[in-house]
């Protein structure tokens, strides 16, 4: 294992990619030092750079396929067309990385810091973006066909020309994102217009069947979970099926659903991406609200 890159290191790395008998594969040690390290156009297909720290590093036009970059520390690093196809980046940081231009096809970000990172233009197709921090990233042009978006924070990102097309946004914070394509809204709208029947689980396990009149305002965000603007209170159950006139706020015990009643929201907000702001929280199912 080595703690720093030279262009011997490159060399003998090289001779390993071409299966050559004294070829060397680059493995370098935790938490290597490699902080501010001039590898423009390196050849580190394949390296194992697990935890290495590669903060402020030159890494334009690396060729980074399949690398191992779990953990690493990019932070600030220069990744402006890098190939990071199929690469390891698994909690990796990449907080205000530059990666414009990047291919990032196949590559496992899951887990990633990518806050306020450079995305603009990346390619980003058949990407595991699973619980990856987006905040604040510019993804202007990028390219997330098919990419895996569960749980992902893309809060005040930038989506001005993405392609989003196929990609999985459950769960995903959209809250503040610009540009949010309208295929993406579309697609993720899940609740239906007119008066609805749906559920509610409030203190105790107990289940409030809810009607959502045509009248009233109702969203939901990327996930499952939606809200009205109010709701009229059909009934509610105990958790072994026992008729109930009244139950209460899993959250604010004050606040009150009986039967025969509208509730109203302390507040309505109009945005909806913000999934946890002000309405009458509910699930179009019981088995969701039962489990929820």
Not at 145 to 161: F, P
Request: hydrophobic share 40%; with cysteine; net charge negative.
């Amino acid at each position: 294992m080595i703690n720093q890159i030279t262009q011997e290191d490159l060399a003998k790395h090289a001779a390993w990619l071409r299966d050559e008998p004294e070829g060397v594969r680059i493995v370098t040690v935790v938490n290597a030092n490699l902080r501010g390290a001039n590898l423009i156009g390196a050849n580190l297909s394949g390296a194992d750079l697990s935890g290495a720290d590669l903060r402020d590093a030159d890494l334009r036009d690396a060729d980074l396929r399949d690398a191992n970059l779990r953990r690493a520390n990019l932070r600030d690093a220069d990744l402006i067309d890098a190939n990071l196809r199929d690469a390891d980046l698994i909690d990796a940081n990449l907080r205000r990385a530059n990666l414009r231009g990047a291919d990032l096809i196949g590559a496992n970000l899951s887990g990633a810091d990518l806050i306020d990172a450079n995305l603009r233009r990346a390619n980003l197709i058949d990407a595991n973006l699973i619980d990856a921090n987006l905040h604040r990233a510019n993804l202007i042009d990028a390219n997330l066909i098919d990419a895996n978006l569960i749980g992902a924070n893309l809060s005040d990102a930038n989506l001005s020309g993405a392609n989003l097309r196929g990609a999985d946004l459950r769960g995903a914070d959209l809250s503040g994102a610009k540009y949010i394509p309208d295929n993406v809204s579309a697609t993720t709208s899940i609740v239906p217009d007119g008066d609805l029947v749906v559920y509610k689980q409030l203190a105790n396990d107990s289940i409030a069947t809810l009607k959502i009149p045509k009248e009233a305002k109702r969203s939901n965000a990327t996930g499952r979970k939606c809200r009205a603007e109010y709701a009229e209170v059909l009934a509610i159950q105990d958790n072994e099926g026992g008729a109930m006139e009244s139950g209460v706020s899993w959250y604010d015990n004050s606040f009150v659903y009986r039967v025969g009643e509208t509730v109203h929201p302390h507040e309505w907000c109009e945005d909806r991406w913000q999934e946890c702001a002000g309405g009458i929280h509910f699930y179009l199912t019981r088995y969701e609200a039962e489990n929820n």
